[in-house]
């Protein structure tokens, strides 16, 4: 250790190591990402030559974005309040919610998918309560449904942390000056948290967008986005259709972000005409005691009770004999388990990957390390990942390693997994270590620590929760990955690919089956974000 | 009519007590500033005024009503963050409407307003600036002047000043009591500056541990403080533990360590050990062979430059340390290191006080 | 041999230019002031000492070694920031020791010492406790004790006092000298308190965009400003306009607005030049009636200002200009009151003459 600490203070040692983070990222991230699809450019003449085809990927792509758009906009509004609720009604039932809003957060997509089907398509779900077979069969309003619901908790989390950090001084600044409550916080509060408005709408954006498998299991027969299109041209042996929507979606993706970025900066919320009489209105207890009770009745109906109510299903078959039936890994169940094994494998060594290559850029990012133009350019590349759409980023992928001579499946998937995660990791650790004062680690040299002791005894310990909780959301980001996973898949399925198959019943199993192997993944799941969780609460 | 009048106010954070049954009277018009260490409480008190925090007991009443149960909203009152907290979304300008704006009022009664802030605090030209784009000194400016916009006649400042420059702050200081005058406002100014209090009020508060411990003009608490802890907090003080030897028409003869001090006041306490205080300032010195009657001689053992007074270190034969602060008459400093002098301690200017149960460095701590 | 030395040092960020080619020599055991207003460039001059920014051109030489390729951590020189930056998980022995852990020493043998630095600052009872704990002068006290166990034999504090109460301050800052003294280091003290300069500093370096106006003793500093930035911002001065209208052996004598005559003792200056006449506050007397002092102007008291030790008046001429006199409070025979008739005075030898600045003399001499 003493070596490698003196050899720290040698600043070439240090931009070689800066230098290799920088070059795995570019060369086996975000490259293969791009070129890929570059390669097999010309296939995309297949599309030209066949205007049904033609008009079925252009309807895929304006279908993934208006989705997308109109969920966004839905979970902001929704969300919003729920997390003002959180941070700052003071209600004893804070917690719960607070809880119980990260639930969708926890259960794979895959599992909600199927999960949201029961609940509102099928007959055992909240259709009998009206009286039908099917309340709201597969097709676009389910899509829509579903979208939201797992995009809910992204939201409410942003916004959460925002409102934690965002200083009350303004807003009291305000009503002393005479503003309402209500008018405090629109003109105000809403004005300064704007950037984290833009930044959750967008990675709400980005969620519906990305996701394959969920979309597939509800989608129904007709309707069609880009994830789903691509699936079915993958299946059909298409490669022309498959290289077309990945490519527009890869290179739209990345333009209505920045797009989006751009115009939010410049977005003024409207804080003209104000109404004092109605803005006192608004603010009583009693309204905002309705607004609270509508957001949470959102909240559990199109959210909530979705999300869980797969359990009743799951419940029966532990009673059936599906139970004993699966923890013996006969019939189906073998392949499940190795679905399983495969899935926490490659999420094990995608997060290891991660740490050791992102923990570099992260730093370089954090601490300015290139300049501010040269940062901000950084800190923009590495957000590319999360852009694209994973199922575009698969294809892409997959393309590229086959072309560079056979890279084994296996490989492939990890390097798809690790690609979909990466932005996920430095994120948050450029994040913990910025809230490290540079200050501290200034001092620290000064009194003769040299860069990679202060970094051990320092920044280390101090962001050590951010390392862990960031390496837990890489590890359930990638096991929950359907979309790169259904891309590059040949023989090996991951456990959420394997699920699909099951849900859409291209393998022949029963519906406890069904319910029981989406919710050993839930349950799995679950328990890694409980012990993190368990974690980060001791500490505090 | 007193235009605040706070009666009995208690706040607890857990067993922390962060007021402790403070009663005060702010007057009409009256430039008043609370002084005090760091969690004494001055910041709580001023934040109940606004309604910002809710205490536990006491009552709180603002031009002669009640306004316990007034949100912040409805109190009419202007308040200046030690942060600042100009809207950073908003230039100079919407940041001074603000308060105009959300009660409603006509746009070009507004304007009008915010046209003449801006002109007396000399910023018509910056008017379209940000908050970021504004020296320290002119960003509270603007959080006074927005505090202001929509006519309250009570300013209420938290540290105003805090944030800024020595000199900044020396200067800003000023034109704060200027403003606060012209306009015929009652101010409420938190600071822990007790120098900056000095200078701009009519009457200061000190406070301690959540309790108010003297209120008085600038004068009275400098030259008669009636507290120990004020004689230690608002300017420096020499303290000698010492015994009354008799008691005299004028005040009394205190035994320091074998030498006389004779005392002229009326406040000398019934008991025999006493502390005496004396400023620093009221100390003459003098050349050793200058020898006057109840003189004390001493050694100067450190002496240091302030630029209007040299101030010196003195060990008296009595073994006392005395700090003398002695202006600069000549172009060098009068006495050096080393050097035997006469002090002189005027009676008129020592203050006696029974001694402290707690211990004198425990009763003058500022910490 | 000398303890720092600056040659020509400059550091620009973007299109400011933050230390502008700084000269400086600092004897070993020197305490030494960085005054200047936020902005100055005092904290970049700092960090360029500690080596944490690196100089645009320019050589830093610490101890008689050309430093400027040895990182932070090899120049035995400890950094202190305004807010401590102690380590808030580790307790405040761990904090005191980490100069010398980080540096290889035995833990015994490094905390043995660390005890011993906390005793010099008496904090030796709360060597478990955490950061978080202790009150603002208590964590400056740990952030000098961290310092000094380092055994760097150089200090940067950067605004050791700027985060604590006024009164505090005052307390604190004989004691931070008289420490620093005790261990035989070099210090850096950065401020923009001129008050704070003036009482501990051996020699003041004061600091205006990057460029140094003034060095030296605070006596010198003083009593002999170079230019009317250091005037202004070093005590509190008047300033007057004025032309010279006549010179002679013994002195020049200077025209103000509105045709008031006054006599200085600086003849560097040639008849018809604009120059600015500036006089300390202290330096200017006020008086009830006429007096036989050669300078003597008619004014009207405008505000009294009571300042604890001095009071202060701010007299306006009948010319127009304002100036302040500054009296010692227990000095004053008859005290004045705002409308008060009054006549100002100064001796010519405390008149400070300058040019006249390009830039106006506002903005000459602002500080905001």
């Known amino acids: 250790m003493g070596f490698l600490d003196t050899l720290s203070s040698n600043p070439n040692a240090r931009q070689t190591v800066y230098a290799s983070a920088f070059i795995f990222f570019t060369a086996l991230i975000l490259l293969p990402s791009m070129l890929g699809i570059f390669l097999k450019r010309e296939s995309i003449g297949e599309v030209f030559t066949d205007p049904a085809l033609m008009g079925r990927a252009q309807s895929a792509i304006v279908w993934s974005f208006t989705v997308a758009f109109l969920v966004s906009t839905l979970d902001l509004l929704a969300g919003l309040p729920l997390a003002w609720f959180i941070v700052r009604s003071g209600s004893r039932w804070v917690n719960v919610v607070d809880t119980l809003a990260d639930i969708p957060f926890i259960i794979p997509t895959a599992a909600l998918g199927f999960s949201s089907f029961l609940f509102w398509s099928s007959p055992g779900g909240i259709s009998t309560l009206f009286g039908v077979e099917a309340l709201i069969p597969p097709g676009v309003i389910l899509v829509m449904l579903l979208h939201f619901a797992f995009s809910f908790p992204v939201i409410v989390r942003v916004i959460v942390g925002e409102l934690l950090g965002y200083k009350e001084t303004y807003e009291i600044a305000a009503k002393t000056l005479g503003a309402q409550p209500f008018t405090a916080v629109r003109t105000v509060t809403l004005p300064i948290i704007k950037p984290a408005l833009v930044a959750a709408f967008l990675l709400a954006f980005g969620r519906s967008l990305s996701e394959t498998g969920a979309t597939l299991m509800v989608a129904g027969p007709v309707f069609e986005n880009g994830p789903v299109f691509i699936k079915k041209a993958k299946d059909a042996g298409l490669e022309g259709p498959l290289v077309f929507v990945s490519f527009i979606l890869i290179v739209a993706s990345v333009l209505i972000f920045a797009l989006i970025r751009f115009l939010g900066a410049r977005l003024r919320l409207p804080t003209g005409r104000v109404s004092p009489f109605l803005e006192r209105g608004l603010s009583r207890t009693r309204s905002v005691a309705a607004r609270d009770g509508v957001t949470l009745l959102i909240f559990i109906i199109f959210v909530l009770a979705p999300s869980l109510f797969v359990s009743l299903p799951a419940t029966y078959a532990l009673l059936d004999g599906t139970f004993t039936e699966a923890v013996s890994g006969r019939g189906v169940w073998g392949g499940f388990w190795q679905s399983m094994l495969l899935s926490y494998g490659i999420g094990v060594v995608a997060t290891l990957i991660n740490i050791v290559a992102g923990l570099p850029v992260a730093i370089m990012i954090a601490r300015n390390k290139l300049g501010k133009t040269s940062t901000t350019l950084l800190d923009m590349l590495v957000n590319v990942p999360i852009m694209v759409p994973s199922v575009a980023l698969g294809v892409s992928l997959s393309f590229f390693w086959n072309a560079l001579g056979s890279l084994p499946e296996l490989w492939v998937l990890i390097l798809s997994h690790t690609t979909i995660t990466y932005t996920y990791f430095v994120r948050a650790m450029a994040a913990a270590v910025e809230g490290v004062s540079a200050e501290m680690e200034e001092t620290a040299r000064t009194l003769g620590g040299r860069p990679l002791t202060v970094f051990r005894r320092i920044t280390l310990p101090l962001t050590k929760y951010s390392v862990f909780s960031g390496a837990v959301l890489v590890f359930t980001r990638s096991v929950d990955e359907t979309g790169a996973a259904i891309a590059v898949s040949r023989q090996l399925k991951t456990a959420p690919v394997l699920l699909v198959d099951w849900v859409k019943g291209v393998v022949p199993v029963t519906a406890s089956e069904r319910a029981l192997g989406v919710s050993f993944l839930v349950l799995t799941s679950f328990l890694s974000l409980l012990i993190l969780r368990l974690v980060i609460r001791g500490k505090r | 009519m007193p235009h605040v009048r706070i009666a009995d106010l208690t706040k607890r954070y857990g067993s922390i007590v962060a007021l402790n049954r403070v009663s005060l009277e702010v007057r009409d018009r009256e430039y008043l500033s609370i002084i005090g260490p760091s969690g004494c409480g001055k910041t709580t008190l001023i934040k109940c005024i606004a309604g910002i925090i809710h205490p536990d007991e006491g009552e709180i009443s603002v031009d002669g009503r009640n306004v316990d149960r007034l949100p912040i909203q409805d109190r009419e009152l202007g308040y200046v963050f030690q942060e600042i907290a100009l809207f950073p979304h908003m230039n100079a300008r919407e940041n001074i409407s603000y308060g105009p704006t959300v009660k409603g009022w006509a746009s070009d009664k507004t304007g009008s307003i915010v046209t003449e802030l801006l002109n007396m605090i000399k910023l018509s030209d910056r008017g379209n600036a940000f908050p970021d784009e504004l020296s320290g000194g002119a960003q509270q400016k603007t959080a006074v002047s927005r505090a202001l916009a929509s006519g309250s006649s009570l300013l209420l400042l938290d540290e105003p000043l805090g944030a800024l420059d020595a000199k900044v702050r020396a200067e800003l200081r000023y034109e704060l009591r200027r403003f606060v005058k012209d306009l015929h406002l009652t101010a409420v100014h938190v600071t822990h500056d007790q120098e900056e209090a000095m200078s701009i009020s009519d009457r200061v508060v000190v406070m301690r541990a959540g309790r108010i411990v003297e209120v008085g003009t600038p004068m009275e608490l400098y030259l008669k403080p009636k507290e120990i802890f004020t004689a230690n907090f608002v300017g420096e003080a020499n303290f000698m533990d010492v015994e009354i030897a008799e008691k005299t028409e004028e005040g009394c003869i205190l035994n320091v360590g074998g030498l006389k001090l004779r005392v002229r006041s009326k406040a000398i306490p019934g008991v025999e050990r006493v502390i005496a205080a004396v400023r620093p300032e009221f100390i003459s010195i003098r050349n050793h062979r200058v020898h006057g009657v109840d003189d004390w001689l001493g050694e100067i053992e450190g002496e240091s430059f302030t630029g209007t007074v040299t101030r010196y270190d003195v060990r008296v034969t009595n073994g006392e340390k005395l700090v003398v602060k002695h202006p600069i008459s000549a172009e060098e400093p009068e006495f050096h290191m080393g050097d035997k002098v006469n002090l002189s301690l005027p009676a008129d200017h020592i203050l006696v006080y029974p001694y402290p149960e707690a211990g004198l460095e425990k009763e003058t701590s500022v910490e | ?368």
């Open chain 3, 1 to 368: 041999m000398p303890g720092v030395r600056l040659v020509q040092v400059s550091k620009g960020f973007g299109r400011i230019r933050a230390v502008d080619r700084v000269s400086l020599e600092v004897q070993d055991g020197e305490y030494v002031c960085i005054l200047g207003p936020t902005g100055s460039g005092k904290t970049t001059l700092l960090r360029l000492i500690a080596g944490l920014v690196e100089p645009d051109e320019g050589e830093v030489y610490i101890g008689n070694r050309l430093v400027n390729q040895y990182p932070p951590e090899e120049r035995d020189a400890v950094y202190v920031p305004q807010r401590y930056a102690l380590f808030p998980h580790i307790t405040v022995l761990e904090n005191v020791a980490f100069g010398s852990t980080a540096k290889g020493v035995d833990r015994e043998e490094a905390f043995e010492n660390s005890r011993r630095t906390l005793e010099l600052v008496r904090l030796g009872w709360r060597a478990d406790a955490f950061p978080e704990e202790l009150s603002g002068g208590m964590q400056q006290r740990v952030a000098l004790a961290r310092g000094l166990a380092s055994g760097a034999k150089l200090l940067l504090l950067d605004e050791p006092l700027g985060a604590l109460d006024a009164r505090l301050r005052v307390e604190l800052r004989d004691k931070l000298r008289k420490l620093v003294k005790e261990q035989g280091l070099t210090a850096f003290h950065v401020t923009h308190d001129q008050e704070e300069a003036l009482t501990v500093a051996d020699r003041i370096i004061v600091l205006r965009e990057g460029r140094v106006q003034q060095q030296g003793t605070p006596f010198h500093v003083y009593r002999r400003p170079e230019n009317l930035f250091v005037a202004n911002f070093v005590g509190g001065t008047n300033f007057l306009e004025g032309v010279v209208a006549g010179r002679e052996r013994e002195g020049s004598y200077i025209r103000l607005r509105g045709d008031l005559q006054v006599q200085v003792q600086d003849i560097s200056y040639l008849v018809d030049e604009t120059v600015v006449v500036a006089v300390r506050e202290e330096k200017t007397l006020i008086k009830a009636d006429v007096d036989e002092e050669p300078n003597t102007l008619s004014g009207e008291v405008k505000a009294v200002r009571f300042l604890g030790c001095f009071t202060r008046y701010e007299v306006g001429l009948e010319n127009g200009d304002t100036v302040a006199s500054r009296v010692p409070t227990y000095t004053l025979e008859k005290t004045f009151t705002a409308g008060s008739r009054v006549k100002v005075g100064f001796h010519p030898v405390d008149a400070m003459v300058y040019p006249y600045p390009s830039l106006g003399l506002l903005k000459e001499v602002e500080v905001s």
